[in-house]
């Protein structure tokens, strides 16, 4: 029985985060008509909720910030972290097209990049590393320039945002930070705060976005630039197969199904399967809880989509989640605040991570994806989910812990909520935590000789590029070594959480969903985290979700263009 239809265009994508708006807006770009259906009553998908890091090597502004270099070292570069997790194709088309895709999007949208100077990959002494250069973070965006759409944009996590609804960078926290020590800081701060309150005498946040939720501002006014439809609180329900090729999708609109032909192709970018605890529990390690920093709307619609079309779903990777430790605040109604911690307290001098033992099992500066390795293997052998980040009353006052803010800020109710654990000594501190008091003493004691000596021989805290450049910058010796001895003292309970899935459908070169014989299905693509990730779970820098996100998006639109 043949499917009526009750609307026709040339593309169908399935999620607005910036893999779907990107094939979205090119294939738009590239003459075709599209649309956009979201689950969600909210635009930007993870992308939104993101840190917004991009990572394309060779793109066209490495060069200008000092970080020029061959396409052969990048490759070799996934080479050695990826290997055999992806294949040669899927890395090849990633590395050729990133920096296209960058360029076409700088030409022909708002969307706007800019590369760091400096930025180490997250292994940067395996070969072909770099120090800068391919990490690029969205232009700070206008909010006010969505005009109504404004509303529509996704908030971003409450970790990125001061005083309420104010959006702000590390350069404008450290900025905050020390606004009574300089006056240029004052002059930043001051800035963004007058700024904030004019906002908020019309808008329920501040206007100037950064991080995540810039790239996904800029996408979504490129988007309505050129006359895309987004259709938010709009599920997919089913793919429509006639003679072998998908033809279309079934979605639900304002209480009704709505049948739309997609006469080019869908592409599928509902954000993976962090939300989907039956998937969680088929692709992840046991011991490890649905403790996800992604949109509660990413439930693996587009891999269920996928795979009854007859996709390829692979759980074969090196893991099916890139992970950060996170820590929980659960609040009187029984909801949780999650709070990730990326790269703004474990890497600083004077934060000690022990596992329920009371020793060290990590660097504890090491990258996030690495750290929630480090939990899962450390458990094979004792307890290590959770493990406890521990510091001391210097520490909490000038970098914070988690959800207990920098600078001073109040945390008295974070203590009585049980998030924040406190001490007058180390011993105190073990028994409230569970773990042996005189290991965790001990522990304490080499961490301060470490410290000492400016040199961690146990596990290497500040011993690479990318572990410094998140340490304190002003500090003399390592900048990630510091003395843990000014009670009280202060821990958080992290758990093996993550920002987002990496095993999904198995797409080709150009994003095209392969059955389960290696051929392309006519009309079906993926990207995003519904497309098994190029990375295969691996993590090699900042951005490595975005920039294969954006760049495959990119791909499938101009393959969706050319017919195929």
Not at 19 to 24: D, E, I, K, P, R
Not at 174 to 199: C, E, I, P, Q
Not at 546 to 559: D, E, N, R, V
């Amino acid at each position: 029985m043949s499917q009526n239809w009750d609307r026709e265009v040339d593309v169908v994508a399935v999620g607005s985060g910036a893999g779907g708006m990107s094939a979205a807006l090119t294939a738009a770009i590239e003459g075709l008509e599209a649309v956009i259906v979201e689950k969600t009553d909210f635009v930007g998908g993870s992308t939104a909720v993101s840190g917004g890091a991009v990572w394309v090597p060779g793109n066209e502004q490495a060069a200008a910030v000092g970080h020029g270099e061959p396409f052969e070292a990048a490759k070799l570069y996934l080479d050695q972290i990826v290997g055999n997790w992806s294949s040669e194709a899927m890395k090849l088309a990633f590395l050729k097209a990133g920096p296209d895709m960058v360029s076409y999007f700088h030409r022909h949208s708002h969307v706007r990049l800019a590369a760091r100077a400096y930025s180490p990959d997250y292994y940067p002494d395996m070969p072909g590393a770099s120090l800068g250069g391919r990490a690029m973070d969205p232009v700070a965006f206008d909010g006010r320039l969505l005009g109504a759409d404004f509303a529509r944009l996704r908030h971003p996590l409450k970790e990125f945002v001061v005083l309420g609804g104010m959006m702000v960078t590390v350069t404008d926290v450290n900025h905050l930070l020390k606004a009574t020590k300089s006056f240029v800081s004052w002059r930043h701060g001051m800035a963004l705060v007058l700024r904030y309150a004019r906002d908020r005498l019309k808008y329920r946040r501040g206007t100037r976005l950064v991080l995540g939720n810039a790239l996904a501002a800029r996408l979504f006014r490129s988007v309505l630039d050129r006359g895309i439809e987004v259709l938010t609180g709009t599920p997919a329900r089913r793919l429509v197969v006639e003679a072998g090729r998908v033809a279309g999708v079934v979605v639900e609109r304002r209480g009704r199904e709505l049948a739309i032909r997609a006469r080019r192709g869908v592409v599928l970018a509902t954000g993976g399967f962090p939300n989907d605890p039956d998937r969680r529990r088929a692709f992840l390690p046991e011991g490890i809880g649905l403790w996800s920093m992604a949109p509660e709307g990413n439930s693996g619609d587009g891999l269920r989509l996928g795979e009854a079309a007859g996709a390829l779903l692979r759980r074969d990777n090196a893991s099916n989640i890139f992970m950060t430790p996170i820590s929980i605040l659960k609040k009187p109604d029984g909801s949780e605040v999650k709070y990730p911690h990326l790269v703004w307290d474990r890497a600083k001098p004077g934060l000690m991570a022990v596992n329920g033992s009371g020793r060290r099992f990590v660097n504890e500066s090491t990258s996030y994806h690495e750290f929630g390795l480090a939990m899962i293997e450390g458990q094979r052998t004792e307890p290590t989910i959770p493990a406890f980040l521990i510091c001391d009353a210097a520490f909490l006052k000038r970098w914070g812990l988690g959800l207990a803010l920098p600078g001073g800020r109040p945390f008295r109710h974070l203590v009585e909520a049980g998030y924040l654990y406190e001490a007058q000594s180390l011993e105190e501190l073990a028994a409230k935590l569970g773990l042996p008091p005189a290991a965790l003493v001990d522990s304490a004691a080499r961490f301060n000789r470490y410290a000492a000596a400016g040199v961690d021989p146990e596990f290497g805290k500040g011993g690479t590029a990318y572990n410094r450049y998140l340490g304190d910058a002003a500090a003399a010796g390592n900048p990630c070594l510091g003395p843990l001895d000014t009670p009280p003292f202060y821990a958080v309970k992290v758990y093996p959480g993550d920002i987002g899935t990496a095993g999904g459908i198995v797409t080709d070169g150009e994003a095209r969903a392969l059955d389960r014989d290696g051929r392309p299905i006519p009309g079906l693509f993926a990207c995003g985290n519904d497309m098994n990730s190029v990375m295969a779970g691996t993590y090699p820098g900042p951005g490595i979700t975005l920039g294969p996100a954006m760049t495959f998006g990119y791909l499938a639109g101009k393959a969706l263009a050319a017919g195929k």
